[in-house]
């Protein structure tokens, strides 16, 4: 699209372009140029700073408005020659200037550099495009893994993601016997990489879980299938727990993620199970360690199982939120929230508005059904 007051330059400049092979919009005035902007969306302005209503330098501000995020160039048909032109060119956003618009050389250079460009940007914006349709298909499996795990009144749960998808796997499933087995996952890795990561080892989780098989029995199992399907590089940190209410017992696996909490009536740390194994799919099979350790849940009312990227979590100022922080989140006196909902504004406090660096997952498990 050509716009600027001088017809017979427009003319000129119409007729080389078309010349060319390119199909070429006039506009005499700002006003128009933007109608037909909003109508066309040319891939190229050549604007002139001389126009019927106005001034090339501000219709040009306010065509790169009107075009939001959309690649929009336009050249000014003007010469730069002074510190006061160059300033108004940088503030109204054109991308090229042009000293002689009807040189057909010069003319012809600019906008074949400018469509080479244009060819670059629509790649990218094919690439873009197939990156946002892989993480709606990783999304979409994911989603039908966590769909899987149904309602149970005694769990509650939270995730704040780092970027497009979570790279966390939160899942439970009760065994024949009544047993509650809970598996927190952090794989390597975010969007696409996980969700593969995620599908077997939670249909490990699944099946062994109905069939009743021990914690450490799904754990060797899990550990198994994605030493040979994972890449070298590519791993899943996981705790992986058995209630047994009716027992009084729990029984953990935990591999290469923060120790789970432990809490009293009065909401305060009262121990930890400690990481004693390296996350899963690192170990070839002959090598696992399947043991397991058991405490009884008398003394406790509630388990925390947590990812890394809540202690890890940074704030503008490049603290780290730590294990201190939820200590202090867990003691809180305001006893209206819950202990869920205190470590949640607790650790968006924290961060005041910046995104966390790493997928946050927080699973929190009433052990007495009175509390």
């Known amino acids: 699209m050509i716009v600027g007051r001088d017809e017979p330059q427009r003319q000129t400049m119409t007729r080389l372009l078309e010349a060319d092979g390119h199909e070429v919009r006039i506009a005499a005035a700002c006003g128009e140029a933007l109608r037909l902007y909003a109508k066309l969306q040319p891939e190229l302005v050549i604007m002139d700073v001389a126009l019927n209503d106005g001034d090339g330098f501000l219709c040009t501000q306010r065509l790169r408005s009107l ?18 032109t160059l300033q108004r060119f940088i503030d109204c956003g054109a991308t090229d200037f042009l000293a002689d618009p009807t040189d057909a050389l010069a003319l012809r250079a600019k906008i074949n550099g400018h469509a080479q460009a244009l060819g670059v940007y ?40 780092a970027g497009h998808f979570c790279g966390d796997l939160l899942i439970h499933a009760t065994t024949p016997d009544g047993r509650l087995h809970l598996l927190l996952g952090d794989f390597t890795g975010h969007g696409l990489a996980a969700a593969v990561g995620a599908l077997p080892a939670s249909e490990v989780f699944f099946a062994m879980s109905r069939k009743g098989c021990a914690i450490g029995e799904i754990a060797a199992e899990m550990n198994r299938k994605l030493h040979a399907l994972l890449p070298t590089g590519q791993f899943c940190a996981a705790t992986l727990v058995s209630v047994d209410v009716v027992d009084g017992h729990l029984e953990a696996w935990i591999g290469g993620q923060p120790p789970p909490m432990l809490c009293d009536g009065g909401r305060r740390l009262v121990a930890e199970l400690p990481s004693r194994h390296l996350p899963l799919g690192i170990l070839a099979p002959e090598e696992f360690d399947a043991s397991t350790q058991t405490l009884a849940v008398g003394d406790y009312d509630h388990l925390l199982l947590y990812s890394d990227g809540l202690i890890e979590a940074r704030n503008p100022a490049g603290d780290v939120f730590g294990a201190h922080r939820l200590v202090e989140a867990l003691a809180s006196p305001a006893r209206r929230q819950g202990l869920l909902q205190r470590i949640k504004s607790r650790l968006i406090a924290f961060l005041d508005g910046l995104e966390p660096h790493d997928d946050v997952s927080v699973l929190l498990v009433k052990l007495d059904p009175t509390v």
């Open 67 to 84: 075009a939001g995020e959309r690649l929009a160039p336009v050249i000014l048909a003007t010469p730069i020659e002074d510190a006061a």
């Open 122 to 161: 629509r790649h990218l914006e094919r690439l873009s495009e197939k990156f946002h349709e892989e993480i709606r298909f990783a999304k979409h499996m994911f989603d039908a893994v966590l769909g899987r795990s149904p309602g149970v009144s005694c769990l509650q749960h939270w995730t704040l993601t």
